[in-house]
């Protein structure tokens, strides 16, 4: 990866992840990375067995073929070797939560196991990486429901040093994107809502006769006994269909299934509801597009979290299902704008991510020091920079606010109105608002955040 782009890490598991045992006597090891454990923190998280082995065997490789999947190939990295991450979990005090992205960032996937489909202890909350090898893989292919499914998350004791012979290690580079893509993802997600419902079987028979391959955008909408697709408008649209596949394993546990979208947005969820888990795919508005991209948290992140809201916030996050914005600044009296301002900053940290379902935030912990996540946004990096280095200035203009900031010998116009903002340079006229504001936007919300007139 070039430089930049990613942050070297060791993954420290105390073992591969396995399967052993014969016959219906298994236990499922999956080795999770405590290079990151928090000292305080108990060494295993979960110990226990599973409800329902089959299923969610099927929804675990699910994730990991997400993970291991490339909806898109730029014409720059055809040819080149692509680093994959392994899924991150998060064990809270009643589930545990499988997430990752794709290679190419485009789709999410996360699996949400819930209290009825684990029988056990919760002994600790945290977050880590879990390991998935070609052999782990195998195995849960080979899982059914009369098998006696033993899971253990965590280890003893997890140490980085590399001549440690009980210790895997692993070095790799942690994708920035990744990080980009969970803040992102969660920012798309709390504008969703749902848009349709339909029973497991109309979810199979519609997974069914998915086209092998379709070129362009697509719409799906309601049908008599489920929904269909189309290529002409409807309720939700879907940028590279096929990468719907995806929850075709899922899907043939599925009891329910719900399908989120935002107005005119384009991005779209998909939500499969069984007895005792929820399987969730969040689609890029287009193959193309990787989350990492889109920008939809900048200007939020430009303006900062108001006053104390930020320390507010972290400190009433807890590993509770969910977080409540409006309970947080009910209790601080604090404005919910500032509360979600602040969410959006730990969101960009990797801290907390958003629950569909639940129609609110969950905490999880990555390996990303807080306080640095504004310089992992490139476009809001280049906008410090055009204020470092003087190239904006403001004038009143009535009800709106006209910036001009000069960049690579340019000066470009940026008008603000409220939330709205318009700029005069090239990457404004092709992608307009769907992708976030451009650094001369960014660069003049900057200007009047730093003066004291939050924008």
């Given at each position: 990866m070039p430089a930049g782009t990613a942050l070297a890490y060791t993954y420290a598991y105390p073992r591969e992840s396995a399967m052993l045992g014969d016959g219906r006597n298994r236990r499922l090891y999956l080795a999770t990375d405590g290079a990151r454990a928090v000292p305080s923190a108990p060494p295993v998280f979960f110990r226990g067995t599973l409800v329902a082995p089959k299923r969610t065997a099927d929804q675990l490789v699910s994730v990991s073929d997400v993970v291991a999947s490339r909806f898109h190939t730029p014409s720059a990295m055809l040819g080149k070797i692509l680093l994959l991450a392994d899924p991150v979990i998060t064990c809270g005090i009643d589930r545990l939560r499988f997430e990752g992205f794709s290679s190419c960032c485009g789709a999410y996937a996360r699996l949400d196991l819930l209290a009825p489909a684990l029988e056990g202890e919760f002994l600790g909350a945290g977050t880590s990486n879990v390991n998935f090898n070609a052999p782990m893989r195998a195995a849960l292919g080979q899982v059914r429901?009369?098998?006696?499914?033993?899971?253990?998350?965590?280890?003893?004791?997890?140490?980085?040093?590399?001549?440690?012979?009980?210790?895997?290690?692993?070095?790799?580079?942690?994708?920035?994107?990744?990080?980009?893509?969970?803040?992102?993802?969660?920012?798309?997600?709390?504008?969703?809502?749902?848009?349709?419902?339909?029973?497991?079987?109309?979810?199979?028979?519609?997974?069914?006769?998915?086209?092998?391959?379709?070129?362009?955008?697509?719409?799906?909408?309601?049908?008599?006994?489920?929904?269909?697709?189309?290529?002409?408008?409807?309720?939700?649209?879907?940028?590279?269909?096929?990468?719907?596949?995806?929850?075709?394993?899922?899907?043939?546990?599925?009891?329910?299934?719900?399908?989120?979208?935002?107005?005119?947005?384009?991005?779209?969820?998909?939500?499969?509801?069984?007895?005792?888990?929820?399987?969730?795919?969040?689609?890029?508005?287009?193959?193309?597009?990787?989350?990492?991209?889109?920008?939809?948290?900048?200007?939020?992140?430009?303006?900062?979290?108001?006053?104390?809201?930020?320390?507010?916030?972290?400190?009433?996050?807890?590993?509770?299902?969910?977080?409540?914005?409006?309970?947080?600044?009910?209790?601080?009296?604090?404005?919910?704008?500032?509360?979600?301002?602040?969410?959006?900053?730990?969101?960009?940290?990797?801290?907390?991510?958003?629950?569909?379902?639940?129609?609110?935030?969950?905490?999880?912990?990555?390996?990303?020091?807080?306080?640095?996540?504004?310089?992992?946004?490139?476009?809001?990096?280049?906008?410090?920079?055009?204020?470092a280095g003087e190239c904006v200035a403001i004038e009143p203009n009535g009800d709106a606010t006209v910036a001009w900031v000069s960049s690579g010998g340019v000066e470009y116009r940026v008008a603000l109105e409220g939330d709205a903002a318009r700029c005069t340079c090239p990457w404004y006229a092709k992608h307009r608002a769907t992708r976030g504001p451009c650094k001369h936007v960014l660069a003049a919300r900057l200007f009047l955040a730093r003066a004291g007139e939050r924008v």
């Amino acid at each position: 990866m070039p430089a930049g782009t990613a942050l070297a890490y060791t993954y420290a598991y105390p073992r591969e992840s396995a399967m052993l045992g014969d016959g219906r006597n298994r236990r499922l090891y999956l080795a999770t990375d405590g290079a990151r454990a928090v000292p305080s923190a108990p060494p295993v998280f979960f110990r226990g067995t599973l409800v329902a082995p089959k299923r969610t065997a099927d929804q675990l490789v699910s994730v990991s073929d997400v993970v291991a999947s490339r909806f898109h190939t730029p014409s720059a990295m055809l040819g080149k070797i692509l680093l994959l991450a392994d899924p991150v979990i998060t064990c809270g005090i009643d589930r545990l939560r499988f997430e990752g992205f794709s290679s190419c960032c485009g789709a999410y996937a996360r699996l949400d196991l819930l209290a009825p489909a684990l029988e056990g202890e919760f002994l600790g909350a945290g977050t880590s990486n879990v390991n998935f090898n070609a052999p782990m893989r195998a195995a849960l292919g080979q899982v059914r429901d009369g098998d006696a499914v033993a899971l253990t998350l965590g280890a003893d004791r997890f140490e980085m040093s590399r001549d440690a012979h009980t210790v895997v290690e692993r070095k790799v580079d942690l994708p920035l994107r990744w990080l980009r893509g969970f803040c992102e993802v969660q920012a798309y997600q709390a504008r969703m809502r749902p848009v349709m419902e339909l029973d497991g079987a109309a979810l199979r028979r519609f997974l069914r006769d998915l086209p092998a391959q379709w070129k362009g955008g697509a719409w799906v909408s309601p049908s008599p006994g489920g929904i269909r697709l189309s290529e002409r408008s409807g309720s939700v649209r879907v940028g590279g269909v096929t990468r719907l596949r995806a929850l075709r394993l899922p899907a043939e546990h599925a009891l329910s299934a719900r399908v989120y979208a935002a107005d005119d947005e384009g991005a779209s969820a998909w939500e499969i509801a069984t007895p005792d888990s929820r399987f969730v795919l969040v689609l890029s508005p287009d193959a193309w597009r990787g989350f990492s991209g889109e920008g939809q948290t900048l200007g939020t992140l430009a303006n900062g979290a108001a006053g104390n809201a930020l320390a507010v916030t972290r400190a009433a996050l807890r590993w509770q299902p969910a977080i409540d914005a409006e309970q947080i600044a009910a209790s601080a009296a604090l404005p919910v704008d500032d509360v979600l301002a602040a969410l959006a900053e730990l969101a960009a940290s990797g801290l907390v991510g958003y629950d569909l379902a639940e129609g609110a935030y969950f905490k999880r912990e990555l390996p990303f020091e807080p306080d640095a996540s504004r310089k992992r946004q490139p476009r809001l990096r280049a906008a410090e920079d055009l204020l470092a280095g003087e190239c904006v200035a403001i004038e009143p203009n009535g009800d709106a606010t006209v910036a001009w900031v000069s960049s690579g010998g340019v000066e470009y116009r940026v008008a603000l109105e409220g939330d709205a903002a318009r700029c005069t340079c090239p990457w404004y006229a092709k992608h307009r608002a769907t992708r976030g504001p451009c650094k001369h936007v960014l660069a003049a919300r900057l200007f009047l955040a730093r003066a004291g007139e939050r924008v």
